[in-house]
């Protein structure tokens, strides 16, 4: 490549302080979805691919069972791309477990080169960023991009044992069971796109592996199809939030961040997106974001989702504020929203994963809860003509 | 970029499953270390930037003092190239914490775009790797990578309080209180070489802020400057070692692993390099590492270093082992083995940070200790002669 060339790529692709726009984009050849009981119980119960009734996945310990979530969506994210394991080149991964032992115990199966990353709740969006400028950047052709959570493993980690029966607060969030995984690489020539030699129930049956006949049951196929055309990496947004059962609060202005960083960096307007998707914000956190992006002038009350907010029904379901953890917008991500930009349903979404960064240590030291918010830039990715 | 052109410059770049060499290779543009006092009294002691010689680094907790490493080192390396803040695009980063707290925390004075990474150990092998695709696939100029580790936050992450006074056995490490923090960017013109237009006194008081005087006196100018060729990302590596006080062991075969896979995926053997610098394999681990390379037909015992070894004086220092943690590998490239790169002593390096993945859950839960290890390729940057 000549110097020239290298010069113009780069300033092709830098946008305003924070954001990148793909000259050549990537593509999200997979999805897949693998979620606990509860979620399924959940208004989106009916989107994923798998639903584990057994909250321990058939292991010993929930932080076993967090990483089976992940070798299952990894792997059923790689069939159903119609790749091979030796086609992906690396795993980027993880989870809110201190030293990301849900992924590293998660994603040895898959034998693959690996890289931790932690965002909080924002993994997902943090990790689909880092994957496409890999294969972007053409140092990939495929990777695989997981994310997970486990309520269980989360409580344990976080809150009290479950065998305590603690009382929840309104504004405290539900950590989700679950696990979304995407297969991040170059467009396939038609013949070879994901699905297209291979009958999918039969990409099914082998995904499933020996759980067949139960997968068979409990699974469906959902073909999700997008564009990366862009990523917004969010800086730390640290509000002196205080209270851990409020993370909405301390993520909402994160997420603002992000999403004005977003609109300026490319200079486009809230019109640009069919839809904003953020994380894990919960009822709370809307309001906030919504009240504070109208103050800034934009009025985003109609496309604006929140992940942790549709994945429950929060009133029969008593969850409260909603949904969080790195499963939240990962499974979200996978099971609804990925079908809907396939579809063309959605033309452009701007899938905004929220963290909030703490941990028991900084928490009872009395740190503040700073919150971080990544963006990924999803399109429908047109029928290709040549 | 014309599809022939990207299919070309992508063949260029993936070398076997798990390499990357670099078509216009980043560079290190400058390199910070901060350690505390024993590791100054350690062999390296005068090799470092910055001494402190307060553990608590006048923060009120463990954790805010490794968070004050990382922002020190990291405004250090930014002033020592020469940039500003606002040339920087992203911070990549890690530490050994649950949820990553002393980077979230040590990062945000920077206020850049932010992007966590978890390795263990390894993690600045992972962070340079990520840090310079972001860079030589055009998506950022310049970004900053730094990793950290303190000795007290990790005895009570992983073992005992400091009060108990625990017996620690020879094969247990001792972790390190250090950071090392580097600038990756494309290289610059001539006349726009890091600390070409400034004084380097005056860029270094500037970096040192309220504690002048101090730095004045403990602070000596390094300039490192390496070219970075290529990587080689680590995958997972499960020996079923089960004994958290002798992780050397459990890392010695990821070290194996990717040392053996870079020489494949390249056509290399170990003559290819004048050292290969593991982490923090400690005696032990350096024991096992060159057995299994000897019988996998490469002598590497004349080449071969390991930052945790060469850190501590074990005799002396009763550091048994060696040194660990994030901050041990991180430092000692930043502060020893650059400089000899720099000044063309060392023509090629391989330099492989080591990690143990484990937490005190996975532990305690008796799972084993799997480790990794990321792989840099660094060589002595010629003149520019154009």
């Known amino acids: 490549m000549t110097e020239e060339l290298a010069a113009e790529k780069r300033n092709h692709k830098m946008y305003g302080r924070a954001s990148v726009m793909f000259d050549d984009p990537p593509y999200i050849l997979s999805?897949?979805?693998?979620?606990?009981?509860?979620?399924?119980?959940?208004?989106?119960?009916?989107?994923?691919?798998?639903?584990?009734?057994?909250?321990?996945?058939?292991?010993?310990?929930?932080?076993?069972?967090?990483?089976?979530?992940?070798?299952?969506?990894?792997?059923?994210?790689?069939?159903?791309?119609?790749?091979?394991?030796?086609?992906?080149?690396?795993?980027?991964?993880?989870?809110?477990?201190?030293?990301l032992i849900a992924t590293s115990f998660g994603s040895m199966e898959l034998e693959l080169p690996v890289f931790g990353v932690y965002g909080a709740c924002s993994t997902m969006g943090e990790a689909m960023g880092l994957g496409a400028m890999t294969v972007e950047g053409g140092f990939a052709d495929n990777v695989v991009v997981t994310a997970s959570s486990h309520f269980a493993s989360a409580e344990k980690?976080?809150?009290?044992?479950?065998e305590y029966g603690n009382q929840r607060p309104y504004s405290a969030t539900w950590t989700v069971t679950g696990c979304g995984s995407v297969v991040i690489g170059k467009r396939r020539e038609p013949e070879r796109e994901y699905g297209g030699r291979r009958d999918e129930e039969e990409i099914l049956r082998a995904a499933a592996g020996a759980d067949e006949k139960r997968a068979g049951e409990k699974t469906r196929m959902s073909v999700p199809f997008a564009k990366i055309a862009g990523i917004t990496t969010g800086k730390i947004v640290d509000m002196a939030v205080r209270d851990s059962m409020n993370m909405g609060a301390a993520m909402a202005m994160a997420a603002l961040d992000t999403v004005l960083r977003n609109f300026h960096d490319l200079g486009v307007r809230e019109t640009y997106y069919d839809r904003i998707v953020t994380g894990d914000l919960g009822q709370i956190g809307k309001r906030l974001l919504t009240d504070?992006?109208?103050?800034?002038?934009?009025?985003?009350?109609?496309?604006?989702?929140?992940?942790?907010?549709?994945?429950?029904?929060?009133?029969?379901?008593?969850?409260?504020?909603?949904?969080?953890?790195?499963?939240?917008?990962?499974?979200?991500?996978?099971?609804?929203?990925?079908?809907?930009?396939?579809?063309?349903?959605?033309?452009?979404?701007?899938?905004?994963?929220?963290?909030?960064?703490?941990?028991?240590?900084?928490?009872?030291?009395?740190?503040?809860?700073?919150?971080?918010?990544?963006?990924?830039?999803?399109?429908?990715?047109?029928?290709?003509?040549?």
Not at 73 to 85: E, N, T
Not at 157 to 162: A, N, T
Not at 292 to 306: C, T
């Open 31 to 99: 999805a897949a979805s693998v979620v606990g009981k509860k979620e399924s119980e959940g208004p989106l119960g009916t989107c994923f691919d798998c639903i584990e009734s057994d909250s321990m996945l058939g292991r010993k310990t929930w932080e076993q069972a967090e990483s089976e979530l992940q070798t299952r969506a990894a792997r059923l994210a790689v069939r159903k791309s119609g790749l091979s394991g030796g086609d992906i080149r690396y795993y980027f991964g993880g989870d809110l477990l201190a030293q």
């Open 157 to 162: 980690q976080f809150r009290f044992p479950l």
């Open 292 to 386: 504070y992006m109208a103050e800034a002038g934009y009025d985003i009350a109609e496309r604006h989702l929140d992940c942790g907010i549709l994945i429950y029904d929060a009133e029969k379901q008593d969850t409260h504020a909603g949904g969080s953890g790195c499963g939240c917008s990962a499974a979200v991500l996978c099971g609804y929203i990925l079908p809907k930009i396939k579809s063309g349903e959605w033309r452009r979404v701007l899938f905004v994963p929220t963290g909030a960064l703490l941990s028991t240590v900084s928490f009872n030291e009395g740190q503040s809860v700073p919150g971080i918010a990544h963006a990924v830039i999803l399109e429908h990715a047109e029928e290709k003509n040549g």
